[in-house]
């Protein structure tokens, strides 16, 4: 199921190509068929290059964390991914505080500069937002303004909805046709008539909706990444104005942003998994889980990697790197959304249901689900499941009876989880740990 990752390494140069006409003590190198202007090491049917050869080496220069620079210089920057973190977190809190109006916590979502919309003035005082990112990528989304407007029309609805169906019945006791709350063990979950929790399908879809669309469809995009000039500068070392980073640099940067951003140390993240509640928070829950140990190193390793590579122009292993970042982040998404769907089934059963604790998970598992539409498979156009798949799952979860999660079987969650984990290299055993 886990991919290893091989790297040439000596000790932490990686060499993707050698171009030599002396052949003492060679590099570790991988041979390149484009290296055509001389004798690539171990190559003994490479063209001689007579003892005035161009070098054609890109020695990578990998190193021990994320940490580049230029002119002594970071040439690391991903603010605006920081910035819609931080405002995710705070709008996250505002589905919980039942005097906020529908107004208020759009105003959160779709931020306007200058507007005192946080609790951080640096977020008031930004020009970011997150409802314009949301579904915007440029590989899905740009000649797909159809599916964005729907997409959209459900995260403002649900903000609508938190607001006129649940938080006029904040004090009273939930049953089935009937919003309100019920008891988790120590916590009160808050859900509609149907059982779900607004807030959660809000998160767990903007995982998919924000983070993962922006940093597997959009930054790490060769549509992103080579637009415009952007290879040509970034060979000749052009850097974007009055920045010490090239546009590829900073591209690629943003895609890492969206998963570390919020990491107190985002140069060796490993440590501190859990730093957002998007993304980041699942990656780390994915690496604790004994099946799938080692995930999250495999993304940050790929992430460096990648982005040494741009450093050395050696744009194969960049997109070798992130074709690896889009197999894991969304192999993330169906493990969780799987997960979820498994845990519901335990305070479901019995004579006396747990409903606060399966409406929790099953509504986790309704935003994961949702998410999938956003994920990519590697070497490929296409996510793991289309829009119209993943609206068919949350059909079927809703509609096991009038009244939504309050129906729902046991036989109809494993069909669900079942035709996730096959798309992927799981199994519901490994995914429901």
Known sequence: MKKVLLILAFPAV??????????????????????????????????????????????IDNPASYTFERDGESTISFDGQTTRLKMGDELLSAFKLETNTTEKI???????????????????????????????????????????????????????????????????????????????????????AKGLEYNQLFNKGLIGALTVDQALNNYLSPAVLDAGENRADNDENVVAEGKPYTNMEHKWDEA???????????????????????????????????????????????????RAAIVAKAYDVRDEQAELIKEKISEIIGIRAVYYLQQAKV?????????????????????????????????????????????AFLTDLMDDGANGLWDVTPETLDAIATAIAERFDFTLAQAAE
């Not at 994915?286 to 390793?301: H, N, R, S, T």
């Not at 994961?368 to 798949?389: C, G, H, V, W």
């Open 347 to 391: 305070p479901l059963a019995g004579e006396t249901p747990a409903y606060g604790t399966a409406f929790h998970d099953l509504s986790e598992g309704y935003g994961f689900i949702y998410s999938l539409q956003f994920t990519r498979k590697p070497n490929s156009s296409d996510a793991y499941f289309t829009k119209a798949e993943v609206d």
């Open 256 to 306: 890492y942003g969206y998963v570390f951003g919020l990491n107190a140390d985002s140069a060796d993240p490993n440590a501190d998994l859990g730093a957002d509640s998007f993304l980041n928070k699942y990656v780390g829950r994915v690496e604790g889980d004994a099946d799938f140990a080692g995930i999250a190193d495999d993304i940050f390793q790929a992430f460096k990697l990648g």
């Open 106 to 192: 759009q105003a959160m979502y779709a931020h306007l500069e200058g507007v005192m919309d946080f609790e951080d003035a640096d977020l008031n005082a930004s020009d970011k937002n997150i409802r314009s990112k949301t579904a915007a990528s440029a590989d899905y989304f740009s000649a797909n303004a159809t599916d964005q407007a729907l997409i959209r029309a459900d995260f403002d609805g649900w903000i609508s909805a938190q607001v006129t169906e649940v938080f006029p019945n904040w004090g009273v006791v939930a049953t089935a046709g009937s919003a309100g709350q019920l008891a988790d063990g120590s916590s009160t979950r808050y859900v509609s």
């Open 14 to 59: 990686i060499f993707t190509t050698s171009c030599s006409s002396d052949d003492n003590d060679p590099p570790i190198v991988a041979i390149d068929p484009t290296c055509t202007d001389g004798v690539q090491n171990g190559d003994e049917t490479g063209v001689d290059c007579g003892g005035s050869c161009t070098p054609c080496t890109a020695a």
